[in-house]
């Protein structure tokens, strides 16, 4: 079993192979945990992780690989021209096309995290970004995007082109009839924002069925953003999930 390398965000790494797979543990955890909330719809979805020697390529799951069987050794490393170059399975068309264009236009972005959950996916269908309902879903607060648009399964880079563009500088974007996507300066942080963002999608669809929500003062929530919304507080937030799917399946490190 792999060594798993713990670090604060700002800590630097001895090497780029420590970095790497310091990275790749935390990308297999997360499919671990996309696993166990219920987040995979067949083969759709994935997450990516920037290599940190070579910018202009990701590690992402390989197409066909249930999100609960994903091991560190399973991830494949797929270059600017969409071509595996580590690692001996498919990658998803899809998740290039999205993916590669997220990275290249977010130099700070070294993970982004998309599937079709079903609160997320059932909240894009409205086309809305969600509301300052509740002191979790302050950390979109002004901190996310709506791609208002749908033309089928993204294999063109060009359509990742326009979702990219309609991410700009956020954390995330609501791809209308189709689900989430988010994106952090962590592995950790990426997956976090997508687990919140689907439960904060999950809370207001529950709360608008009930009658009609109060939303948090335009300031206040402004506020709650800064405290909840951070890159620390996204790295943090994960360390507790990632502890728990390590101890309860330890083989994903392998």
């Given at each position: 079993?792999?060594?798993?390398?713990?670090?604060?965000?700002?800590?630097?790494?001895?090497?780029?192979?420590?970095?790497?797979m310091?990275?790749?543990?935390r990308?297999?955890?997360?499919?671990?945990?996309?696993?166990?909330?219920g987040?995979?719809e067949g083969v759709a979805?994935h997450?990516?992780a920037?290599?940190?020697?070579?910018?202009?390529?990701f590690?992402?799951?390989?197409f066909?690989?249930h999100?609960?069987?994903?091991?560190?050794?399973?991830?494949?490393?797929?270059n600017?021209?969409?071509?595996?170059?580590?690692g001996d399975?498919?990658?998803?068309?899809?998740a290039?096309?999205?993916?590669?264009?997220?990275?290249?236009?977010?130099p700070?972005?070294?993970?982004?995290?998309?599937s079709?959950?079903?609160?997320?996916?059932?909240?894009?269908?409205l086309?809305?970004?969600?509301?300052p309902?509740?002191?979790?879903?302050?950390?979109?607060?002004e901190?996310?995007?709506?791609?208002?648009?749908?033309?089928?399964?993204?294999i063109?880079?060009?359509e990742?082109k326009?979702?990219a563009?309609?991410l700009?500088?956020n954390?995330?974007a609501?791809?209308?009839?189709?689900?989430?996507?988010?994106?952090?300066?962590?592995?950790d942080e990426?997956?976090?924002?997508?687990i919140?963002?689907?439960?904060?999608?999950?809370?207001?669809?529950?709360?608008?069925?009930?009658?009609t929500?109060?939303?948090?003062d335009?300031?206040?929530a402004?506020?709650t953003s800064?405290?909840?919304?951070?890159h620390?507080?996204?790295?943090?937030?994960?360390?507790?999930?990632f502890?728990r799917?390590?101890?309860?399946?330890p083989d994903l490190l392998?």
């Open positions: 079993m792999a060594e798993i390398v713990e670090h604060p965000p700002n800590m630097r790494f001895d090497s780029p192979e420590q970095e790497r310091h990275r790749k543990q990308l297999a955890a997360g499919f671990r945990l996309f696993s166990k909330f987040f995979d979805g997450i990516t920037r290599d940190p020697e070579r910018a202009d390529h590690w992402v799951n390989p066909g690989t999100f609960g069987h994903v091991r560190v050794s399973d991830l494949i490393l797929v600017h021209e969409g071509e595996v170059v580590e399975k498919p990658v998803n068309v899809a290039f096309a999205i993916h590669s264009q997220v990275h290249a236009a977010r700070d972005v070294v993970a982004a995290a998309h079709h959950s079903i609160y997320g996916k059932s909240w894009s269908a086309g809305l970004p969600l509301d309902i509740t002191q979790d879903a302050c950390a979109f607060y901190d996310h995007a709506v791609f208002d648009d749908y033309t089928g399964v993204v063109d880079i060009e990742g326009r979702i563009h309609a700009a500088g954390k995330a609501i791809l209308r009839n189709h689900g989430l996507m988010t994106v952090g300066h962590t592995v990426a997956v976090w924002w997508f919140t963002m689907e439960r904060s999608c999950q809370a207001q669809l529950l709360a608008s069925s009930a009658g929500p109060v939303l948090i335009p300031d206040m402004r506020l800064g405290q909840v919304g951070s620390l507080a996204g790295w943090f937030s994960f360390q507790p999930l502890d799917i390590v101890r309860e399946q392998d």
